[in-house]
């Protein structure tokens, strides 16, 4: 079975242009996540997808972040503009439903440095 | 609110050592769930185990074992005989039940194992 996959894998930007990752969920899973994860700490949700709907964004910059999952598949996240806090690891996960017992299957990450 | 905290941040042992990677919760609820990831350097995150706040029997799996005390509010994970491949981060991690319920990390914990 094919995992969550991811792109691009790295990113530098200069600090106001914008960028847009990309998330391709494993196959079947109706529920997608967005993480920011800074250096030395642990994975922060941004927007968490059930098929193409929003369930929580309330930890999404929207003044700069948004993102989209429109066919209910894959998602981009984009950052416009971007500034040198959003140097991060972005990462992105599914899951089979909303189910708390359901685990959370993560891709390998977007890095992104912002200079 | 929710809160993990993993107070060893480095861990560095040689190879074939026991190592116990602690954590700490805090959480209001009576039912929620305790997990740990593994994040090699990949970057991906690797979900261990789960672990509902009823089920107190510690789980051995291979060489990696946990120890949940509710007492203590600690969910603590031992690898026996580490090994090269056991090198990451490590993290724990807290949601409460119900759906749409958020996963809370800890800051991980950076385990090397020298050989």
């Known amino acids: 079975e094919a995992g969550v996959a991811q792109s691009p894998r790295y990113k530098i930007i200069e600090k106001r242009q914008s960028v847009a990752f990309w998330c391709n969920p494993i196959?079947?899973?109706?529920?997608l996540y967005w993480y920011q994860q800074i250096l030395g700490q642990g994975p922060k949700l941004l927007i968490q997808f059930q098929n193409n709907g929003v369930v929580d964004d309330s930890q999404l910059p929207k003044d700069r972040f948004s993102a989209e999952r429109l066919k209910g598949v894959d998602s981009t996240l984009k950052i416009q503009p971007a500034k040198l806090e959003d140097s991060a690891v972005y990462l992105c996960?599914?899951?089979?439903?909303?189910?708390?017992?359901?685990?959370?299957?993560f891709g390998p990450g977007t890095r992104l440095l912002v200079l | 609110a929710q809160k993990v905290t993993q107070a060893q941040t480095e861990i560095s042992v040689v190879e074939k050592e026991d190592v116990t990677l602690d954590c700490v919760y805090e959480?209001?609820?009576?039912?929620?769930?305790l997990f740990w990831y593994k994040q090699p350097p990949s970057g991906e995150l690797v979900f261990l185990i789960r672990r509902n706040s009823f089920d107190e029997q510690n789980e051995i799996s291979g060489r990696y074992s946990w120890n949940f005390q509710k007492s203590t509010s600690s969910f603590n994970f031992t690898i026996t005989a580490s090994q090269v491949v056991d090198s990451a981060v490590y993290f724990c991690a807290l949601r409460k039940a119900g759906a749409n319920s958020k996963l809370t990390f800890g800051k991980g914990i950076t385990l090397s194992v020298r050989p």
């Open positions: 959480t209001r609820d009576t039912t929620y769930y």
């Open positions: 996960a599914s899951s089979l439903g909303l189910a708390d017992t359901v685990a959370q299957y």
């Open positions: 196959s079947g899973h109706a529920t």
